[in-house]
């Protein structure tokens, strides 16, 4: 295997390979990246056996072959490099690849190619065909609901569905839900539906990070309990989580006690000011009184925060408490000026809304407060 490119070009494929490549497994090549020169086009390849990538490399090689390479090492001198241009040269013998890059030359052993497995291949059938901007932006409107505990695998997936003109997509750590919902401006040809790992698609809005021109397209096809997603050239495949994930529609309330047309940019200000104060599992406090809101924190041996701000707000006075970050999260995921908050009581769940009747929706659960 040769071939030569610019080092800019294998420095960006490199930084979306080896996000994916693992770091835990006992199989070295499953910390590596493949570089598939066979073909007319060359790809690198990663996988850490949940999430595979595929990233092309605009390159005819000059001799073909396949090998695996220590993936952050090869990010790491590339990184380094001074050259313009850089060549990569198998060399079979000394079972190793030759890196040139100006006046730099380096030797980089390689790892087992058989134990690098085969990543699934895209298809024609069964593809649904989306628009990729508003795919990555109804992804960042709900992952930050997504679980990390891995003890509850169902719930650090992003169930999404797509059908007509609607994209939807809901994401819950048990503490917290988060639903968008996305109209298209055309109908899909097909449907899909799937809980996929929130990672994967962190990676994939990465990828359309890295492309041009905001009418991409982006391909997706789920089959035997695998995921692909196509765009600008890469193919990202990830595992289908398993298991029942749970009815979102169940946990929203049918009534609320209060609704309140806020500020988006106001109240998440005050939020995250008075956030500093609240420490050590410390709540946030939002005591609601004719008028007006007072937002507060208190760790005893720190300090304490308020501020009061006029809120449409009328009736018995009402204090609830909630997780700083949580509403932190749930104010940040708002896209618009204002946003329309429903309270039921101090101890029932709390939802940020958009204007737009069931466009977005995230429910946070509050935290009993020591009176």
């Excluded at 952050?72 to 890059?101: F, H, M, N, P, W």
């Excluded at 737009?356 to 935290?367: K, Q």
Aim: contains cysteine.
């Amino acid at each position: 295997m040769k071939l030569s490119l610019p080092t800019s070009e294998l420095l960006s494929a490199l930084g979306a390979a080896t996000r994916v490549a693992s770091t835990r497994s006992a199989v070295q090549a499953l910390s590596g990246v493949l570089i598939d020169a066979e073909q007319e086009r060359c790809e690198l390849q990663a996988t850490d056996m949940e999430v595979g990538v595929r990233v092309p490399l605009d390159v005819a090689p000059e001799r073909p072959g396949r090998v695996v390479l220590p993936g952050r090492l090869l990010l790491d001198v590339t990184r380094a490099l001074s050259g313009e241009r850089v060549s990569l040269e198998l060399r079979g013998s000394e079972q190793d690849v030759e890196v040139i890059s100006g006046a730099s030359t380096f030797h980089l052993r390689t790892l087992r190619l058989d134990d690098f497995p085969r990543l699934p291949e895209p298809e024609e059938g069964g593809r649904v065909i989306l628009p990729a901007a508003a795919f990555v932006e109804t992804v960042a409107r709900v992952a930050r609901a997504a679980s990390r505990d891995e003890t509850r695998p169902v719930l650090t997936g992003i169930w999404m569905a797509a059908s007509g003109q609607e994209l939807l997509m809901v994401a819950t750590d048990s503490y917290r839900l988060s639903v968008k919902r996305t109209t298209l401006a055309a109908s899909l040809q097909g449907e899909l539906e799937a809980n996929v790992p929130a990672r994967a698609l962190g990676e994939l809005s990465r990828i359309a990070q890295q492309g041009n021109g905001e009418d991409a397209e982006l391909a997706v096809s789920v089959r035997q309990g695998q995921v692909l997603f196509e765009l600008h050239g890469a193919v990202l495949s990830s595992r289908v989580i398993d298991g029942q994930f749970p009815n979102y529609r169940q946990l929203l309330p049918e009534t609320v006690e209060h609704e309140l047309r806020l500020s988006t940019a106001e109240v998440a200000d005050v939020v995250r000011r008075i956030s500093l104060l609240a420490l050590k599992n410390a709540p946030l406090r939002l005591a609601f009184s004719e008028g007006e809101l007072t937002v507060s924190a208190l760790t005893a041996e720190v300090g304490d925060a308020a501020e009061t701000i006029p809120v449409p707000f009328a009736g018995e006075p009402f204090e609830i408490g909630f997780n700083p970050e949580f509403l932190r999260d749930g104010l940040e995921s708002v896209d618009g000026e204002e946003f329309v908050l429903k309270l039921i009581s101090p101890l029932r769940p709390g939802l940020i809304c958009s204007p737009e009747e069931g466009e977005f929706i995230y429910l946070v659960m509050p935290i009993r407060l020591n009176t």
